[in-house]
């Protein structure tokens, strides 16, 4: 995602109502974040946050969670709930590298990683959200049998992707190399900016979904 950087982002998101300040004391206790007791979904690496807040609105007996990592960004996703005010939805600031210091184990149902950066150089390789690396990570914090969605249009990462599912610790429910073309998958898409973006220009969207073993 490009980044610009927005003077007084961090002031901004340090007071603003829909993120929660200091997650890490909320580990364990998410359920009480929200008016109703609920399974929760997470998506990492939300950017502008149209995915989660149309999920939110469409699933209201679900909890969801955004994380992103900048605050620049994270910040145009508040200004869009200051016109939705979705009780079921709150964000987060945080590097995923940290997400088992803000969630216990099994705390989490279902985690979505979309258009995820894609790091190209092989020493990076484990920067990349769906690496075994983060994959480990995010087994740490999902029920037993929870599941992971990735959607990329970067076939070069979702080969890569598919090859750690596995070393991971999952395995491999389902998977399309054009999912906007695989009317089973397609049943419930939400799409996200990315996602509108790529495949508006003839890009094929790859999608997997992953169980935790
Ligand atoms: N998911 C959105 C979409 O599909 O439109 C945005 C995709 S954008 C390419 C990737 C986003 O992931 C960026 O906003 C970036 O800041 C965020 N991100 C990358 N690595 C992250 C990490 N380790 N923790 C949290 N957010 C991360």
């Known amino acids: 995602m490009r980044l610009r950087h927005i003077k007084g982002a961090e002031e901004a998101i340090a007071s603003n109502r829909f993120v929660i300040q200091n997650p890490q004391e909320m580990k364990g206790h998410w359920s009480d974040c929200f008016p109703d007791n609920a399974p929760l979904h997470i998506e990492i690496g939300m950017g502008?946050?149209?995915?989660?807040?149309?999920?939110?609105?469409?699933?209201?007996?679900?909890?969801?969670?955004?994380?992103?990592?900048?605050?620049?960004?994270?910040?145009?996703?508040?200004?869009?709930?200051?016109e939705r005010e979705l009780s079921n939805l709150r964000f987060i600031l945080i590097d995923a590298t940290y997400i088992q210091?803000?969630?216990?184990?099994?705390?989490?149902?279902?985690?979505?990683?979309?258009?995820?950066?894609?790091?190209?150089?092989?020493?990076h390789a484990k920067r990349r959200l769906p690496s075994r690396q983060f994959l480990g990570r995010f087994k740490g914090v999902l029920v037993d049998g929870g599941h992971i969605e990735f959607k990329t249009d970067n076939r070069g990462l979702f080969d890569f992707a598919m090859e750690e599912i596995?070393?991971?610790?999952?395995?491999?429910?389902?998977?399309?190399?054009?999912?906007?073309?695989?009317?089973?998958?397609m049943a419930g898409n939400i799409m996200t900016e990315y996602e509108e973006k790529f495949s508006s220009i003839g890009n094929p969207i790859c999608k997997y979904i992953i169980e935790k073993q």
């Open 166 to 185: 596995e070393a991971g610790g999952f395995r491999l429910l389902e998977y399309t190399y054009d999912l906007h073309a695989n009317e089973a998958m």
């Open 48 to 82: 502008k946050g149209r995915f989660i807040m149309d999920m939110a609105e469409a699933h209201p007996d679900i909890n969801y969670i955004g994380i992103e990592m900048y605050s620049s960004v994270l910040l145009r996703a508040t200004q869009k709930m200051e």
């Open 101 to 123: 210091d803000v969630f216990a184990e099994g705390e989490v149902d279902q985690i979505y990683l979309n258009f995820s950066d894609p790091w190209p150089k092989d020493r």
